[in-house]
C-alpha cells in the first residue's frame, strides 16, 4: 500500500497530476520537473495504474491510488478535493504528459499577483501544441466554446482551421511573436491551470458524466460563467510530452485514422455536442453550423480517410456519438 506524507505546514500550492495506463515513464519525467520547482506539495492520482516510482516516500508528495479507471473529471476532481483538504491556496493541475517549463510555474504564480492576486482570477499556461491556444495569443481570436457551435463545428473558426482541416498547416505561424502576452479566455485546459483552492468553495469539482473530453472545457467554462476570470499566459510554457490524438501522425484526418481509437471519437464528439448544444442563443446559425458539420465530416470520408469502409464505420460511430450528446447519454463509453 503506498504511504502518503504531509509537508510540515499547509502548502502555498498544490500540484494535482492524474495518471493513467502504462504511462509512469511520462509521469516520472514530469513529477521530477515539478519538485524542482517551488512548489509545496504535489497529489498524484492514479487512476487505476498504481505503481512504484520516483513519487514513492517522498515527504512533499500524496498518492491516491484508484482501484479503476473512472476518468479525467473524476480524477482530477479527487486530487482537487484532496489538494484542498491539505489546506492549499493555490492548485495547479497537469496531466501527466504535461511538462511544465522550468520557471513556468513561479511564472503563473508572479502573473496572478500583478493581475491582483485574488480569488477572481484563474491563469493557464500556454501550450504550444493547441492550436486554439496559438491562435488567441497571436491574434486575439478564441475558436473553442464559442456560442451556437454544433459538436465540434463552427463555421466562424473555419477561415482559421480550414487548411488544418484539409490536411495542410495552420494558418498561424507559431514561430512569430506573440501579439497577446497574456490573453482573456472563457475556458482552459486541466493542463497547465492555475487556480485559488477557494473557487471549489463555490464551483464544483468536474462532472463526472462527461468520464474525460470536455469535462474540463465544461468545468472552466462554469468557472467563467461564475464571473472568475481566466487568463491564458504566453510566457508560462507546458509541453505536451506524449502527441494527442487530435495531432494527426498520418496522412488521414485523426477522425478517419485507423490509429485512432473508436472511443476517443465517441466521447469527444458525443461530449462537445453536448456541452454546446446546452450554449444555443441563435438557433438559425446553430442549426447552419451543424448542416456544415455534417457536410464536412463527408468531405473528410471521402478525402481524408484509407477507405470506404471505415469510413462508413466512422460515420456511424459518429451519429451516434451526436445522437447520444443530444440526448444527455454521457458516461464512459461501452
Known sequence: MPNSCNSKGPPDLCVVIVSYGARHHLLSEVTDRVLREDVGHIVIVFNGNFAEGNWSDHPHITLVPVAENHGSAVGFGIGMERARALGAKFILLLDDDNLPQIGS??????????????????????????????????????????????????????RHLLPKQLGGHSVQNRSAPVRFPVAKSRVACYGGLLFPAALLNVIAVPDARYFCYYDDIEFTNRISAAGISIYLCSYAIVEDIETSWHVSTDSYHPAFSPLTPDRRIYLDIRNATHFNHHRVDNRAMYLVNAVL?????????????????????????IFRAVSAGLRNQLGPYE
Open 293 to 317: 458539420f455534417c457536410v464536412g465530416l463527408l468531405g473528410l470520408a471521402l478525402f481524408r480517410s484509407p477507405g470506404l469502409r471505415l469510413s462508413m464505420s466512422r460515420l456511424q460511430l
Open 105 to 158: 510555474i513561479a511564472k503563473l504564480l508572479a502573473t496572478h499577483d500583478l493581475l491582483g492576486g485574488g480569488e477572481d482570477v484563474c491563469l493557464q499556461a500556454y501550450r504550444p501544441q493547441l492550436d486554439w491556444h496559438s491562435l488567441l495569443l497571436h491574434t486575439g481570436v478564441e475558436t473553442i466554446a464559442l456560442p451556437n457551435t454544433f459538436a465540434w463545428f463552427h463555421l466562424a473558426n473555419e
